[in-house]
C-alpha cells in the first residue's frame, strides 16, 4: 500500500474513534425512562408522569420488599416511597401509606432509640457501635418524617375540597393516615414520639367520623389492656387518661360514644407481686439456711456473694411495684376526678352509663366515705329520673346495677342501704310489658337480678318471693325469647333457694298481667301471707 493510501486508512480509523467516543457519551449523559421490573433506581417527583398506575404500585412492592430484605443496606429507598406520596392519584397515596407502616412496623426495633444530643462523648465508639448508631439516626429521621407526613393528611380540611368524589378519596386518606397512627400504639407504644400520638388518638375520640371514633376506642382499650409495668407504658396510659379528662370537659358529651369511659376497666389497678418475686423470697431463705450449714470459708463466702446478689433484684423488684403503685394511684385520681364530674355535674350525660358500669371496678380502691356519698348522689338521680316525662331506662338500669354491685362488693366493709334500690329494681320490672323496650336495657336489669339473686350467697326470701311472682306474671305477657330467659333466671333461683317454692305455693292471690305501676312499691315489705291481691295497687 503507497503511503497516501495508509494516510487515508489512518484518517478513517480516527474518526471511526471519534464516533464512537461521541456516541458513547451521549449515551452515558442521556436519562432514559426507567424501568421498575430491571433495577431498582431513584424516584424522582418530576418522573412521576411518565409511569402508569400499575408500574407505580409495582415500584411499591418491590421497593417495600428490597427495604424489609435488607433494612440496614436499602434503608436509603424510604424516600422513593415518600415520593410516591406526592402522586395526584388518591388510591396510591392510600397504598403508599399503608406499606410505609408496615415496613415501619417490621423495621422499627424492639426499644426506645436513643436521640444524639449532638455532644461528641469522649469514649470512642467501635467502628459496629457507630454504625448501628447512624443507622437508628437514619431510621428515627425517616420515621419523624412518615408521622409528620401522615398527620398533614389527616388534618386536611374536607371543605376546601371541591367535589364529592373528590372528597370522599380524601376522606378515605384521612382515615387510613388515622389508623396508621392507631397500629402504631397498638404495635410499638415504647417507640419515640409515642405521646403525641397517643394524645392524637384520644382526640378523635371527638371526632364526627363513627369510623375513627371506634377505631380510636379500640386503639385506646389496646393500650390500657397491654400488662407491661415499665414506667414508660404507665405514663402513657396516665397522658391517655389526662387528655380523655381534658375532651369530657370541653367537649359535648352527645360527640362522645356512650361507652367510651368502659376504656379505663382495662387497666390494671391491682398488680400482685407475682411468682418471681415469690421464688426470689423463697431463693433468699434457702441460701440464708445453706449459710448457717455450711462451715467452710470459701463456700460460705460464696454463698454470701450469691445471696447479696439476690437481695439486690428483691430490693429492685420492691422498688418497681412501689413505681407501679405510684402511677396507679395517680391513674386512678383522674379516672374518679371525670367520673364524679359527670356524675354531680353533668347527670343528663350520655356517658353516664359508662360512669355506672365503671365505677364499681374502682371502688374497692377509694375511701369508703366517697363511695357512700356516691351512692347517695346515684340514688337521688334514679329517684329523679322515674319522675321525668323522657326516662332514660339504660341510664336506670345502670345506676341501679351499679349500686347492687357496690352494694355487694364492699357490703361487709360498710353498710350500703339495699332497701331503697331493691324497690327501684321492683318497679323496673313492670317496663318489661312494653315490646319496644331496648334489648341492652332488658339485658342490664337481668344481669342485676342474676347478681342479686343467683350469684349472691344468701338473700331474704320473702323478698325473693315478692320478685319471683312479679317475673313469672310478666313472662306471661311478653315475647317468646325473652319469657324463656325469665323462665331460665327463675329455674336457677329456685335450684339454689329449695324453700321459694313453698312460699309461692301458699300465697293464692292472683294477678292481673299487663298493668304498669306508677308508685314505687317496696318488695322487702312483701311476705308470702301479704302478697298482693290487686296489680300492685
Known amino acids: 500500500m503507497s503511503d497516501r493510501g495508509k494516510k487515508l486508512d489512518s484518517r478513517r480509523k480516527t474518526k471511526a474513534k471519534r464516533k464512537n467516543r461521541l456516541q458513547h457519551n451521549k449515551l452515558k449523559t442521556a436519562k432514559p425512562r426507567k424501568d421498575f421490573k430491571e433495577v431498582r433506581e431513584e424516584i424522582r417527583p418530576e418522573d412521576l408522569v411518565t409511569y402508569t398506575r400499575e408500574e407505580k404500585l409495582e415500584a411499591l ?38 406499606k410505609l407502616c408496615d415496613v415501619f412496623l417490621d423495621i422499627l426495633p424492639t426499644y426506645k432509640i436513643r436521640v444524639d444530643d449532638s455532644k461528641k462523648e469522649e469514649v470512642k465508639l467501635s467502628k459496629e457501635v457507630q454504625q448501628l448508631r447512624d443507622y437508628d439516626t437514619s431510621l428515627l429521621e425517616n420515621y419523624a418524617k ?27 386518606i384521612k382515615e387510613t393516615a388515622f389508623d396508621c397512627f392507631c397500629r402504631m400504639v397498638e404495635n410499638i407504644p415504647y417507640m419515640n414520639y409515642m405521646k403525641p400520638i397517643v394524645l392524637l388518638v384520644v382526640s378523635k375520640l371527638a371526632s364526627r367520623s363513627a369510623a375513627m371514633r371506634q ?48 376504656l379505663f376497666q382495662e387497666h390494671q389497678l391491682v398488680i400482685p407481686k407475682g411468682e418471681a418475686q415469690a421464688k426470689s423470697n423463697a431463693k433468699v431463705e434457702e441460701l440464708r439456711l445453706a449459710i448457717k450449714k455450711k462451715k467452710g470459708r470459701k463456700e460460705v463466702r460464696e454463698l454470701q456473694r450469691i445471696l447479696l446478689k439476690e437481695l439486690k433484684e428483691a430490693s429492685s423488684m420492691t422498688a418497681n411495684l412501689s413505681q407501679i403503685r405510684r402511677y396507679n394511684t395517680e391513674i386512678l385520681r383522674e379516672v374518679l376526678a371525670i367520673y364524679l364530674s359527670i356524675l354531680k355535674d353533668n347527670p343528663k350525660s350520655p356517658l353516664m352509663v359508662s360512669v355506672f358500669e365503671g365505677f364499681p371496678h374502682i371502688a374497692p380502691h377509694i375511701d369508703i366515705e366517697l363511695v357512700s356519698d356516691c351512692l347517695s348522689v346515684i340514688k337521688s338521680y334514679i329517684k329523679e329520673a ?59 336489669v337481668m ?18 318471693a315478692a320478685f319471683c311472682k312479679k317475673l313469672a306474671v310478666i313472662a306471661l305477657s311478653i315475647g317468646v325469647e325473652r319469657c324463656v330467659e325469665i323462665l331460665e333466671l327463675m329455674c336457677e333461683i329456685f335450684k339454689k333457694y329449695t324453700r321459694i317454692r313453698g312460699l309461692l305455693e301458699e300465697d293464692e292471690s292472683t294477678v292481673e298481667p299487663k298493668v304498669v305501676v306508677k308508685e314505687i312499691i317496696d318488695p322487702v315489705s312483701y311476705t308470702h301471707l301479704t302478697l298482693p291481691t290487686t296489680p300492685y295497687v
Open 386 to 444: 322515674f319522675t321525668q316525662k323522657d326516662i332514660d331506662l339504660l341510664n336506670i338500669a345502670g345506676g341501679i346495677r351499679c349500686a347492687l354491685r357496690i352494694s355487694q362488693t364492699l357490703g361487709s366493709t360498710f353498710d350500703v342501704d339495699e332497701r331503697s334500690f331493691f324497690a327501684y329494681l321492683f318497679k323496673f320490672l313492670d317496663y318489661f310489658l312494653d315490646d319496644s323496650l331496648d334489648g341492652e336495657v332488658f339485658d342490664s
Open 61 to 98: 412492592s418491590a421497593t417495600a420488599a428490597a427495604i424489609l430484605q435488607s433494612p440496614e443496606t436499602s434503608l436509603k429507598l424510604l424516600k422513593d416511597l415518600f415520593v410516591l406520596l406526592e402522586d395526584d392519584d388518591p388510591a396510591l397515596i392510600v397504598e403508599t401509606l399503608k
Open 146 to 172: 412518615y408521622l409528620r407526613i401522615s398527620q398533614a393528611f389527616l388534618k386536611t380540611k374536607l371543605k376546601k375540597v371541591k367535589g364529592e368524589e373528590n372528597k370522599a378519596k380524601f376522606a378515605l
Open 215 to 262: 377505631r380510636s376506642m379500640e386503639a385506646i382499650k389496646d393500650l390500657f389492656s397491654n400488662l407491661e409495668h415499665s414506667a414508660n407504658m404507665l405514663d402513657l396510659k396516665l397522658q391517655a387518661v389526662k387528655a380523655i379528662g381534658k375532651l369530657v370537659k370541653s367537649k359535648s358529651h352527645k360527640s362522645f360514644d356512650r361507652k367510651m369511659l368502659v
Open 447 to 464: 344481669k342485676s337480678l342474676r347478681s342479686l339473686f343467683v350469684d349472691r350467697r344468701q338473700f331474704s326470701l320473702d323478698v325473693l
